[in-house]
């Protein structure tokens, strides 16, 4: 079976709408500095409440998963290929901000995509 790239990016898009369990040791907020010719990830911290929400550690207020949130990140990691960004995160650092193997997965994913629009000049959005 043949498979077209709208077909693949329709299972991709399905598997984003799935529920996920957030990681306790906070999110990445990640983007492209094209000048640098680097790969970013911002790290930030949180606390998973009861709900299963993120909550500011500082206020307790709920994290919204879209829209601007004005947060202080704990660390900027940065790296020219996604696998040095992950090696960085994922083996460099410890403790590792990253508790979950899903959580990690889909960092690893999200910075291929980032590297992909880094070299190809594409514009990239965090999934």
């Known amino acids: 079976m043949n498979q077209t790239i709208e077909s693949l990016a329709a299972i991709d898009n399905k ?5 996920i369990d957030l990681d306790q040791s906070g999110y990445f907020i ?3 500095d ?7 990830a911002k790290h930030f911290t949180n606390v998973i409440d009861e709900r299963g929400l ?3 550690p500082e206020t307790g207020k709920v994290i919204p998963a879209r829209g601007k949130v004005e947060r202080t990140h704990t660390t900027v990691y940065s790296g020219r290929t996604a696998k040095e960004l992950c090696v960085k995160i994922l083996e460099q ?3 590792c901000p990253v508790t979950r193997l899903d959580h990690a997965a889909y960092l690893g ?9 880094l070299v190809s000049g594409q514009e990239y959005i965090q999934d």
Not at 15 to 19: D, I, W, Y
Not at 34 to 40: D, G, M, P
Not at 109 to 117: D, G, Y
């Open 15 to 19: 598997l984003s709408q799935r529920h």
């Open 54 to 56: 993120a909550v500011d």
């Open 34 to 40: 094209r000048e640098a010719q680097l790969i970013c």
């Open 109 to 117: 994913r999200e910075f291929v995509r980032a590297e992909n629009a």
């Open 30 to 32: 990640i983007y492209v």
């Open 93 to 95: 650092t410890q403790p």
